[in-house]
């Protein structure tokens, strides 16, 4: 259950956020949402798989956090292990805000329902006495802005992958060192085969485009599979 509104120094002049992890606080993610400007911050880290909801006819990116519903292998109690945080997740509890067929500036909204948000002593605040944005909520409004551009601009990636038929079905088996078998199913990712025979013409129109680097970082992201393997295992053996 959702609870939006308009970010407002006025209204909200004591809100504050719970700025640590948590599974409680939203973290509890096997994927999380990324777009194709992030794919090489991304990439480093979480394997970079494609997908779309039944019945839908646009495919969106994910980074792969786990195997199972609810399972973030990064997230360590209040810790996060990994050397970057996904945007998606860094801007909870905010997310951006415009109105229907209009051209006014995208607004920051706040999931007033949201479990990081907190009152009182509690927190990081933000807004200061005078009313202004603390750092961390300009940090924060930096980081939307970012999701929100690399947003919009994927409409135009995916219909590239679209136009050369370059996403694949991927499914994944693998028997854990408990003996237990762990599959992971509905998702995408880039066909290596199609990319490498696409003409010259063809892959020069997708550099031109800004398309081909995070085609080539999701290919790249792939190397993190095993590594989200071997982060399963070893907490099975730590327990």
Same mark, same amino acid.
């Given at each position: ?54 019945? @839908?006819?646009?495919? %969106?990116?994910? &980074? $792969? ?5 609810? /399972?973030?292998?990064? +997230? ?76 919009? @601009?994927?409409?135009? %990636?995916?219909? &590239? $992958? ?5 996403? /694949?079905?991927?499914? +994944? ?67």
């Amino acid at each position: 259950m959702t609870s939006h509104a308009i970010l407002d120094s006025n209204t909200h002049r004591e809100l504050r956020v719970r700025a640590e992890m948590g599974a409680d606080l939203g973290d509890g993610v096997m994927a999380t949402l990324t777009v194709p400007s992030e794919f090489r911050r991304v990439q480093g880290h979480f394997p970079i798989l494609f997908r779309r909801e039944a019945g @839908q006819e646009h495919y %969106f990116a994910v &980074a $792969l956090l786990g195997f199972q519903s609810g /399972e973030n292998l990064f +997230l360590d109690g209040a810790r996060w292990d990994a050397g970057y945080r996904p945007l998606s997740l860094a801007i909870q509890p905010f997310l951006v805000g415009r109105a229907a067929d209009s051209d006014a500036p995208a607004q920051v909204h706040v999931d007033l329902a949201h479990p990081r948000l907190a009152e009182g002593g509690e927190g990081v605040r933000l807004f200061d006495a005078g009313g202004l944005p603390t750092p961390f909520l300009e940090d924060i409004a930096d980081k939307l802005g970012d999701l929100d551009e690399g947003y919009r @601009q994927s409409a135009a %990636f995916f219909a &590239a $992958l679209a136009e050369h038929d370059l996403l /694949e079905p991927f499914t +994944l088996e693998v028997t854990l060192d408990d003996g237990s078998l762990n599959s992971l199913v509905g998702f995408h990712i880039i066909d290596e085969a199609r990319l490498r025979a696409l003409d010259a013409a063809a892959l020069g129109a997708l550099h031109a485009a800004g398309h081909l680097m995070p085609i080539f970082m999701a290919v790249a992201s792939l190397a993190q599979v095993k590594a989200l393997v071997d982060r399963k295992n070893r907490g099975l053996r730590d327990g």
